[in-house]
């Protein structure tokens, strides 16, 4: 029998967490994607309880509907960890020790100068012919296996179903299903699906809409594009999807041509198409204001200094591997004592208010003194839900950039939003000032989403 063709899916949950909404199921939605931007279309998702017979049932009809079934959770030492056993008696095999996983296991607990319980080998347990997968950032290897299912009228599953059981976990998850899942897919190679992401900043939806008014309705129809917009955190990412058959290098250029008429229609509103295509818009950002930071000439650094987003700044650019190359770091001032101490002149706080554009110009300036950095960021504002005034609102920002030996300009913005919102916002477009700056556009230029005069 020939291996199946991975032309749909089955994603599975397992867990009471998420049953009980306890958990939210992030893990569906990443394997999703990492399947459809290869072309392989999900068909169902499904959760089950803790409990064997549910378990059982749950794959077994998941294997009959689909060539490819992506199950996540239960392979940990706890008694409620079902997945081994659920996948044997699907298999109807016993289980039996995998010497390989088994050491892997004892590896794992004596670098860490402990000792390996049988409980904790019970991981190393899977299905006769069952392969573990790996885990290389926790200790319950994964599974793979194929589930025959003779009875399928789907001539395609005439072929076994490539079943994978992954740990819970998103970080032990993520890289397991990187090394171990994507170099068994086989989607189908007579279908051609491209998925590009492009990220705007700066801009309201309507109008990054209206710009592109001409990319949605310019009658690409026949190679079937779908263009779709969502806004998140104050980026809006554009999606640009091809799926349907024909070659592939006439679908790349059919997206290729898409992507140069969005950039024509929105200009430096749209950053630079990036080999991270997994980012989220923030990321995006952050990960492309560090890039062209350290790669322009001189190397440049960026300094920031927090009050109202208490370090978000700070925790979106280092979360990007290799920051250091570009943010030398920053400070959380958070009550006016704190810009005090840092260097703002007292005299700025009690005139204008701690939320001010003389107080954020100063926490930007005093940024670069501190640190010696090429440029700082400075932000000041009122996230609610309460301290809002007739003059400032809830949601007020005053946000400062400054260059060493520029002066120091700030922007004032009106953030819609709850108090995580605002926070948001406000990191996102501290940086987007930031690019609009290195893209030489004059201070203060272009006007941005949510400015306020
Ligand atoms: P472990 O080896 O840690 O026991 P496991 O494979 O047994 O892993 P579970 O015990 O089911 O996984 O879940 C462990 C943790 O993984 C959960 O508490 C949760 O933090 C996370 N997790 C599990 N399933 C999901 C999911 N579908 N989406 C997001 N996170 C999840």
Known sequence: ???????TAVILASGDEILTGQLLDTNTRWIAEQLVSRGIMPIAHAASPDDLPSLVEMIRRACSAAPLVILTGGLGPTEGDLTRQAIAQVLNEPLIEDAKAAESIRTYFEKRGRATSERQLRQAQRPARATCLPNTNGTAPGLHAQVQNPKSEISNLKSPCDFFALPGPPGELRPMFEREVLPRLRPDPSRTVITRLLHIIGLPEADCVDRL???????????????????SGGVLTLRIRYSGPGPRAATEQAINTAESAAREALGDHLLPLSAHQHDTGQEALARHLLTTLAESNPPATLATVESCT????????T???????????????????MKESLGVDPELTKVHGAVSAEVAK??????????????????????????????KPVGTVHIALTGAGEPATSRRFLFTGDREDVRRRATTTALTMLHFHQKGHAAGTPRLLWETT
Do not use: K, Q, W
């Open 310 to 317: 208490g370090g978000m700044l700070g925790e979106l650019l």
């Open 213 to 231: 008014r001409g990319l949605t309705s310019r009658g690409r129809a026949e190679t079937d594009a779908l263009v779709g917009i969502t806004a």
């Open 319 to 337: 979360a990007i591997p290799g920051s250091s190359a570009a943010y030398c770091g920053g400070f959380i001032t958070y009550a006016n004592a």
């Open 1 to 7: 029998v020939p291996p199946a063709i991975h032309s």
């Open 362 to 391: 100063a926490m930007a300036r005093a940024g670069i003194e501190r640190t010696g950095a090429r440029y700082s960021l400075a932000i000041t504002g009122i996230a609610g839900p309460d301290g809002g005034t007739a003059a």
